[in-house]
């Protein structure tokens, strides 16, 4: 089965900015459409970005279209968000996760296979 693992997570301060990546094992990297989530203490899970199979269609959650950028790279099996300056509306646990029918997906419950979460934090 597929393992997906998530790096890169932290405190961030004002300012700053952060990579998250996500490591995939498993599977065939280049066939699966990859997204990221979040979830916040007390929240529901949240949408934040996906990107599809090989990289040229990309789709953002509105709170983080102009902030964030997701991109990918084949030939590692890797997956990256690139946070700038993230403030503190965007602290949460953000996962990673693959999904393996669908060119680009949006909704968690398309995915099927979902990393252990790292960790955000971000102070103003």
């Known amino acids: 089965q597929g393992h997906l693992i998530e790096s890169g997570g932290g405190l961030v301060q004002a300012g700053a900015s952060l990579r998250l990546s996500c490591a995939a094992s498993?599977?065939?990297?280049?066939?699966?459409?990859m997204g990221w989530f979040r979830q916040a203490p007390g929240k529901e899970r949240e949408f934040v970005a996906t990107i599809g199979w090989r990289g040229a269609t990309t789709h953002y959650a509105d709170s983080v279209k102009g902030r964030f950028t997701i991109s990918r790279d084949n030939a590692k099996n890797t997956v990256y968000l690139q946070m700038m300056s993230p403030q503190p509306e965007d602290t949460a646990v953000y996962y990673c996760a693959a999904a393996g029918k669908y060119i680009i997906a949006r909704r968690a419950d398309e995915y099927d296979y979902w990393g252990q979460g790292t960790q955000v934090t971000a102070s103003s």
């Open positions: 498993g599977l065939t990297f280049r066939s699966y459409c």
